[in-house]
């Protein structure tokens, strides 16, 4: 075991996935000698040279479109947006490529790249560079969506997001890069894409909740045990695109109570699909509406703002509260 | 310093056989007759094909498709360029050169028909399917490109694109990558003067596309695209060198687009017949035909040999896409999950089975009500 | 009263908003002498000349992004996309720009444009020719997107959407163009953005839909009623952001049961909010959980087989027969 | 016919005064002393804000900020050749010619602290504010530069991009729609070399961005970028032909980030200080100053006390913003509700509401949880 924060951990596995695989390539903007603005390529350049670790030209969708034609020829690319809020310049590339190779050509070529891109707010960044919309992919067919939360669970879904045979968006929440350290095994691991985690047992209420938005949902379960005396179950989706509905479905029958937390906006957000889950497999057994604690369908504010528009301990507190008093 | 002008590289034009077949014999290349022949041979099938291609979607029996007649000298004169090794990554004007790559014409009629068998990559052939996005492609063939160097592979990608597609940003973000990595890609841009009915004029205000090539620092030129000798002449420069590292080169090929954008457009619209009879006299074909004829390789007769030939394997080709449509393997529905990804995710599982039970029910019941299968035919879109 | 289709329609409309206020330009690919691939720009481009119908080059975030600059300059651009699967080219435009002038200029500057672009299927198209992705506009804030289900409400939007003070998408449902005739008003009419209308009156359950999945909702509204004596309550969304939550809910109240119908995919769809909305506002009122007719989560196949992939009739008669069942 | 050249346009460099502050008198602009002054003043004012921002960005008083030292020559050159109803739209170097449009300090100073105030244009004033989407904004330009010719104005479009930018599709977009519409925009690039860490030939392999322009059948012209009067001579030709109905022209101004790319950024990671050295010596304001007292327009001692009446502007600035900030309305967060559409939506105003009561609640509260409000320095972006 060693102990490390997620951007290291994130490096870890991009460092072990080209020793282990010399069809995988890093590229994107900055990625090479500066090691990326967030230090994730820290020492790929220099230890696997300017052939697979590529500083691009300032074109998302000249990267993204070039990751997909690398893919089609076997490589396994992973191709970093320097931030999500500009990654959509290359979705035209994803929607109609990336996501449909395989389907279009019955399984004769597939698009096994992963895009990754620092998402989300918290760091007193300029606009544009806070943005939490994995939503449009999880609408998007024949993607997957993976964002982590913690070092360890970084790590072990970076290498199977770069092993998996179909594209993977590869969202990594800024604001906890360097936010914690926690333990990460010597030996190289995965995790089952599609897969949740139940990361605290409880009986009275359930929350939902995945990437940097998971610590305030922990830190309100743990307010929810001392101050209250409830036992709250939290579910850490780790993946939201193919969403594994068994895992929240099955805790909220237990419950009978859930509250989904994320910073996206609301409308059409991945709350909302989890909420048509839980109506569609447990109805009956609800005891009260499904809360959403959510960012709000404004882009996040400049940053002197930005803490209220984002979900916090205090509203899922309350959000809880008013869900178990309902 | 006052002002002083920088160098520019040149950007020169090419014809070696003009529209009257005459050949410029300083310039002409080296091409064996059999070569010769089987180019012909490609260029015929893919235009008696598009023509067939034309009666079945009259008749009701094929969707709306883009037709390639006219673009043939583009196509197999810069795809006889390659190797089976080497990749080809067409737009959708490329009947022949796909034709030639391995695709069949089963697949070409299955495509234009909704299914997607059609754009199934024949095994062991290097190519992509048809492409609708404009210019997406670009970026795609310029990857492949940057692979084949990181791998030090001495392989070329051959890619296509419009005169309209010249105006997408992906077009200039693929020349600029193919460029600043010397990514060995040859592309192709068929100039027909129209994107559906926008007229170059109205396209880009510059004189040439290939002069383009001076703002990325590769070679640009631009050739008669009804010529397939200049065709093939400028693709193989190009191809020799990229595949010796000499990077990217950006061909242009100056055409009409003698038939209307697709079977859903009407071209009276926004140009005039006069203006797309000259360019009709014009017929890559019928030069190369009668250049093939003086130079002794095909006589008339063995033309009409060949084209009666090509249209019998056509008819049948015909006959088998249409069983094949009605397979169980192609008329399922429910296939619609099944090639998303390698595993069928659970929710995803579920939502076949709902859609299979639905059209069990369905077919267990008398009254029926489903959308209108046919819509009037004037809500077919003309693009 | 005049009889026409919803193509007729809204070129109607464009004629209509062209003659009254001469900042009104249509922009586009093909809309100037072709007068649209669908003919929805006829007799424009000859009645007010091509300074005001303009012909773009093919480049649709040039289309996008230079109606944003018209519209900043105090003109009212109404640009085309041609098919909807092509706006993801310009979708950066829209969400970095469209979405957040005014919000980014505290009120100083605003972009009142209108994207139109037809969507869906049903028509026998090619790959990319029937998308359906309006969750995508839903999901971001400072966009309005409106969506008509017949010629007389397609006239009627499409005259609020140009007058609207913000970025309005405007999606047209293909399929419907030339579907069906309708009388529209000789007088010019306008409908409120973000009210949705009760179409058709029931007690027993409330079926939600708009756009192309209105006519295959309404025909099992009018079966349920002949073969079960069911009373159906059909709500035509016309705006799905910002959604008109309470119509649907009031109804909802009334009926304790719902189906909701479009063709985009499932996850994280419209359909999904819309339950989100429900269960946050009545769900003690609900009998049965509520029903999603949608898009399956593939790309909709191509069009031998596009047809088992829509919403129809019988897949919402279905839904609605296992509800009142429940 | 045989390979036969086409005919290209030519592509100048322009250098005026050179870097020893020499002087080619035959191209030295016309420009009054009051104009040489008011030029001057400005370029200074934006070199102080720049460093005194960068003190209080240092003292956490200030977010994460591109520098714009050493651009001053590029924004102010080319700024003072268009009036107050020309627009003016930035990228995000262009704090002096900001400045010089009426921009206040204390606006820039709330922008890059997290405000959106500080985006607000001011009245009267034709600009744009900042744009942090690389290149998005060239297309706003070119879109106001459309809707001036259909409105038959005699009005121009100054806008601003980087190297890095000219490799987006959108600039690509927007240089042949200026050029297929002849919108009266002037493109200037700030090729200073970098963007963040990759530089210039790793971004593109032509010589020049500035020989682009004739893949748009446009005028294109390379200057110096340390050279104000080079720029402002440059800019003016081209402002004069769009004016009068000559479309675009894409002007690049050569010149070097002389600064990391932002207060995040560690440029010795990427590149050597020697290089920056170098061209540290160009520097813009000390090139300018030379010719300013030899022309006797400005004194050393002139300069000295425009240098101090500035900074005491500043001063009082940065306090005037600090005092803003703190401002009810600038501080409450539930502002974040009342900008984005004219009216606000029923479902949004309940958001808002939902927001209010979660903050008064929290006011109210003793034990409070919020999100740690500062990261680690080290989680702060780079770009
Ligand atoms: C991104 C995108 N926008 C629009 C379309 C619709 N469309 C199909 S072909 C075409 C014109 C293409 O013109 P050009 O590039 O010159 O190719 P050509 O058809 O003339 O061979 C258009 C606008 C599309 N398929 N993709
Ligand atoms: C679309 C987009 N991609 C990436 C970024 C992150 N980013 C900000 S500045 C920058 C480099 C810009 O370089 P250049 O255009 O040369 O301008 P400079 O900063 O050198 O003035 C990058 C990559 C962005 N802001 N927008
Ligand atoms: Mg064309
Ligand atoms: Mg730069």
């Known amino acids: ?326 | 310093m006052p002002r002083k002008p920088i160098e520019l590289p040149r950007i020169e034009l090419l014809s070696i056989l003009d529209e009257n077949a005459e050949l410029d014999k300083a310039l002409e290349p080296k091409i064996d007759p059999a070569g010769l022949k089987e180019m012909y041979r490609f260029m015929l099938l893919g235009r008696r094909a598009d023509e067939r291609m034309l009666l079945l979607q009259r008749q009701g029996r094929m969707g709306t498709f883009p037709q390639a007649s006219g673009h043939e000298a583009i196509s197999m004169g810069s795809v006889y360029t390659i190797t089976k090794d080497d990749w080809h990554v067409p737009a959708y004007r490329e009947l022949a050169g796909m034709l030639y790559r391995g695709w069949t014409l089963e697949q070409m009629f299955l495509y234009w028909n909704g299914f997607e068998e059609g754009a199934r990559v024949p095994d062991g052939v290097n190519d992509l399917p048809v492409c609708v996005p404009i210019a997406s492609q670009l970026l795609h063939a310029t990857g492949i490109g940057m692979a084949m160097r990181i791998k030090n592979e001495k392989k070329v990608v051959m890619t296509y694109f419009g005169d309209g597609a010249a105006s997408e940003g992906d077009t200039h973000e693929a020349l600029n990558f193919a460029s600043v990595f010397q990514a060995p890609v040859v592309f192709i841009c068929l100039n027909n003067q129209y994107a559906i009915s926008v007229p170059l004029s109205k396209q880009m205000r510059c004189e040439t596309i290939a002069q383009r090539a001076i703002g990325y620092g590769i070679p640009g030129i631009r050739v008669d695209g009804n010529d397939v000798l200049a065709v093939y002449a400028a693709a193989k420069e190009a191809v020799e060198r990229a595949r010796n590292g000499g990077g990217p080169t950006l061909i242009e090929c100056l055409t009409y687009r003698i038939t209307p954008h697709t079977t859903a457009d009407d071209p009276k619209r926004y140009r005039s017949d006069e203006e797309c009879q000259l360019w009709m006299k014009r017929d890559p074909l019928l030069r190369f035909a009668k250049y093939l004829e003086k130079k002794g390789v095909l006589s008339e007769k063995e033309r009409n040999e060949m084209e009666a030939e090509l249209d019998a394997t056509i008819k049948s080709a015909v006959q088998n896409a249409e069983q094949m449509a009605k397979s169980e393997e192609l008329a399922n529905p429910l296939n619609m999950f099944d090639y998303l990804y390698n595993d069928i995710p659970q929710s995803l599982q579920e939502q076949k089975d709902e859609l299979a039970q639905h059209l069990a029910k369905k077919k267990s019941k008398s009254k029926v009500h489903v959308n209108p299968q046919k819509q009037p035919a004037n809500v077919l879109p003309r693009a």
């Open chain 1, 1 to 326: 075991m060693v102990e490390m924060n997620m951007a290291k951990a994130i490096n870890l596995a991009l460092h072990e996935a080209m020793e282990r695989d010399d069809r995988v390539v890093v590229m994107g903007e900055d990625v090479g000698p500066d090691e990326g603005v967030f230090r994730v390529t820290e020492g790929l350049w220099s230890k696997f040279g300017e052939k697979r670790v590529i500083d691009t030209p300032l074109a998302e969708s000249g990267i993204v479109g070039t990751a997909i034609g690398m893919a089609l020829y076997g490589m396994r690319p992973v191709c970093e947006i320097q931030f999500s809020g500009f990654d959509y310049y290359s979705f035209h590339q994803l929607e109609c490529h990336a996501s449909r190779f395989r389907n279009r050509t019955r399984g004769r070529l597939s698009v096994p790249m992963v895009m990754r891109a620092p998402y989300g707010g918290g760091i007193r960044a300029i606009e544009h560079h806070s943005e939490s919309r994995e939503a449009i992919y999880a609408h998007t067919p024949g993607l997957k969506v993976v964002i982590p939360s913690g070092p360890r669970n970084a790590r072990a879904l970076l290498h199977s997001a770069i092993q998996d045979a179909d594209p993977v968006i590869y969202y990594e929440p800024k604001a906890v890069y360097r936010l914690f350290r926690e333990d990460v095994p010597e030996k190289m691991e995965t995790l089952p894409i599609g897969q949740a985690q139940v990361v605290r047992k409880g009986k009275d209420i359930t929350l939902v909740s995945y990437g940097a938005s998971l610590r305030p949902t922990l830190e309100a379960a743990e307010i929810l045990e001392e101050d209250d005396g409830v036992k709250a179950e939290v579910i850490d989706l780790l993946t939201i695109s193919p969403l594994d509905g068994a895992t929240i479905v099955d805790s909220v029958r237990k419950t009978g109570r859930a509250v989904v937390v994320h910073e996206g906006p609301r409308t059409c957000g991945l709350a909302a699909e989890i909420i048509a889950r839980i109506n569609e497999k447990v109805l009956l057994y609800l005891e009260a509406p499904v809360k959403r604690v959510t960012g709000y369908d404004v882009p996040i504010p400049y940053f002197s703002k930005e803490q209220a528009y984002l979900p916090d301990a205090d509203k899922v507190l309350s959000a809880c509260r008013e869900t178990l008093s309902f």
